[in-house]
């Protein structure tokens, strides 16, 4: 029998072109576009395009805190969650310089995680300056208006839960982390698998 030839990696520059950007601009077209078509003022987040009926509507709410809505309409939240992203994007820079991200699978995690990290930082640094109330307004009252845009909007009949609305950087951040988890779990048995053999 021939020895397992090695997969080929790719290399970290074409999954910034080819995955990255693309979804990176998927993600900021899709809020822009969600922002100029859900015009203030949409009253309790009533105004909604039906996809599914009581499945799957697209309507425009603003997030300043994370996942599931946690700290928003807080004060501290816009000023504590821009900060998250910087770390997390040092953090990330670190890890692909110690080479912490193996293999295709984890590489396509760092895509995916940039792209949403990225795409709801844009956000935060974007979209409270373009509100009408914060017209002329510094740039500190600016950045504390940021928020984060969010329309993708589910619901589970069975238990009647109307799931926290997220956007398409969200998405790229859970499927990487759960790519990170899934790769992790593989090499963990890859390296059980040599242990047992050795």
């Known amino acids: 029998m021939e020895p397992d030839k090695e997969k080929k990696e790719w290399p970290l520059w074409w999954i910034l072109l080819g995955v990255t950007l693309p979804l990176y601009v998927l993600d900021q077209w899709t809020k822009f576009w969600v922002v100029k078509r859900f015009v203030p003022p949409w009253i309790d987040h009533e105004d909604k395009i039906v996809v599914i009926e009581n499945y799957f509507n697209l309507r425009r709410v603003h997030n300043q805190g994370v996942a599931f809505g946690f700290g928003n309409g807080s004060d501290w939240a816009p000023v504590v969650f821009l900060a998250v992203p910087v770390i997390a994007l040092t953090l990330i820079t670190w890890g692909v310089r110690r080479k912490f991200f193996a293999g295709n699978g984890g590489k396509f995690a760092v895509g995916l995680l940039l792209c949403g990290i990225l795409g709801n930082l844009t956000d935060r640094l974007v979209q409270g300056s373009l509100l009408v109330e914060m017209k002329g307004a510094p740039l500190w009252e600016r950045l504390k208006a ?36 899934f790769t992790g779990m593989k090499a963990d048995l890859k390296s059980a698998g040599e242990k047992k053999k050795a």
């Open 146 to 181: 940021g928020y984060v845009v969010d329309f993708l909007d589910f619901t589970i009949p069975v238990v009647n839960y109307n799931w926290p609305s997220f956007n398409v950087a969200d998405s790229c951040i859970c499927v990487a982390a759960a790519l990170l988890f």
